[in-house]
């Protein structure tokens, strides 16, 4: 029997396949080791709920619920002075738990500290925007529902950023194939010719380092220059690289390198 | 109407004549190459290179234009993307006759690196293209030498070849 592999995750290969190697993960540490965190959690576990919190490379990660996103930011900004939101993005987990974490990274000048807030939501489940708190998070939050297809509510203007916005499918998920799917394939010859054109324009070829090298239909070779259409399976005459043709052109004078002054001097 | 027949082989005339003027108007043609500004990316750098002081595009001629409709020379010096294309075709379109098209470095000729989604897969898919520059990107040594093949290919050409426009399809 084959050995079964998952045809959900395109992108995913077994790139690792020592049974005795252990993923390198980076230490956690406890919350309470930085008091100026501890306070910050404090302040959040008042109001709010937290489902996990630790250090990590000297940041907080806090996870908490979706439903919380806009209120935990809000405070974090307006009353623990974590005056910038320096990132934002989803992370595709559909494949393993069926899921999209999407996080918020946080800084404070004044503190000099970084946290990130974590939450997750379903595939076809939306987050509320924290546009109106963080200008930035206005592009960040398009850009997500670009890549991911994460629709925020009550954003002024949830739109495509990146690709066009006739695009289908959303190219940061894991199931979304590196080299684009038919539709993507197609893109340019369906838009700018219509879908008649495939058979003439024909696929795309992938191997730029493919080049039929008798093919004198669409190319010559420089310096190896033939009529169109000729047969040079059997080589091809050298015709060497000039800049002008031999016999000269009409009104234009030919460079004579003999003629032509070197300047050496070249403070004179 | 002449009810005689005029064999203008044995009589000179106009075939001489035409061969004049194809030499004068390609003389004209190949010698004021007006190119559109097209950087896409990074080779759009060494064709601005191209033609600053040092490698002096104008003494061939070629002078940067940026409207179409005053370029008949479209250098495509960049990678470009799925999302452009149409825009790409659009200024193609809205370029006079005669225009030609060189391909500057592996993004243009053939996506080079970028064997990804979002990228078209040479220019060509999209636009006819009369010489390819190979490398990544290309020196502006190169694109003067392929200027200056451009500028032969054009004294080889009949001077009214407006008339057939070149088509992708
Ligand atoms: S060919 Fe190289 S230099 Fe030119 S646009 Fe592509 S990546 Fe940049």
């Known amino acids: 029997m084959r050995a079964y592999t998952p045809k959900d995750n395109v992108q995913k290969k077994p790139y690792y396949t020592d049974r005795y190697w252990v993923a390198p993960q980076v230490a956690k540490h406890d919350v309470s080791s930085d008091a100026v965190f501890t306070d ?6 008042a109001q709010f709920d937290v489902l996990e919190a630790y250090i990590q490379v000297d940041q907080m990660v806090v996870i908490i ?7 935990v930011i809000e405070m974090l900004k307006n009353e623990r002075a974590y005056n910038q939101l320096s990132e934002m993005s989803a992370i595709d987990w559909l494949a393993d738990e069926g899921k999209f974490e999407i996080f918020y990274q946080m800084l404070s000048m ?15 489940e939306s987050i509320q925007s924290v546009e109106k708190l963080f200008r930035s998070a206005d592009w960040s939050e398009r850009e997500m529902y670009d890549m991911f297809g994460v629709i925020v509510n009550n954003h002024p203007f949830m739109k495509r950023i990146l690709m066009p916005d006739d695009w289908e499918g959303f190219p940061l998920r894991k199931t979304y194939p590196l080299q684009g799917d038919e539709f993507a394939a197609w893109y340019e010859v369906d838009k700018i010719f219509g879908k008649e054109a495939r058979e003439i324009i024909g696929p795309e070829n992938r191997d730029p380092a493919r080049i039929d090298r008798y093919d004198t239909e669409r190319f010559a070779r420089l310096g190896h220059e033939v009529p169109r259409g000729t047969d040079i399976s059997n080589g091809e005459p050298d015709t060497p690289l000039v800049y002008q043709e031999s016999e000269g052109v009409f009104m234009i004078e030919k460079f004579d390198a003999e003629k032509s002054v070197v300047i050496s001097d070249r403070d004179r | 109407m002449a009810q005689h027949q005029v064999n203008y082989l044995k009589d000179g005339g106009l075939p001489v004549a035409l061969t004049t003027i ?8 190949s010698n004021s190459l007006w190119a559109l500004t097209y950087g896409l990316a990074c080779c759009g750098i060494e064709m601005m290179a191209s033609g600053a002081s040092r490698y002096d595009f104008d003494r061939f001629g070629t002078i940067f234009r940026a409207s179409p409709r005053q370029a008949e020379l479209m250098v495509v010096a960049g990678t470009l993307t799925k999302k452009h294309a149409e825009f790409i075709r659009r200024l193609y379109d809205q370029m006079a006759e005669p225009k030609w098209v060189i391909s500057m470095g592996s993004c243009a000729n053939t ?12 220019v060509d898919r999209v636009i006819p293209v009369d010489l390819y520059l190979p490398g990544c990107a290309p020196r502006p040594e190169t694109l003067q030498y392929g200027v200056l093949m451009l500028q032969q290919k054009i004294r080889r050409e009949s001077a009214s070849r407006a008339q057939k426009p070149k088509r992708l399809m």
């Open chain 1, 110 to 124: 004044s503190k000099r500290k970084r946290l990130r807030i974590k939450c997750k939501i379903d595939e076809k």
């Open chain 1, 40 to 45: 910050d959690l404090e302040a959040i576990k």
């Open chain 2, 22 to 29: 194809d030499k004068v108007v390609n003389w004209g043609r």
């Open chain 1, 65 to 71: 619920n979706a439903a919380d996103n806009f209120g």
């Open chain 2, 111 to 122: 996506g080079g690196m970028f064997n990804t989604y979002a990228t078209v897969q040479g």
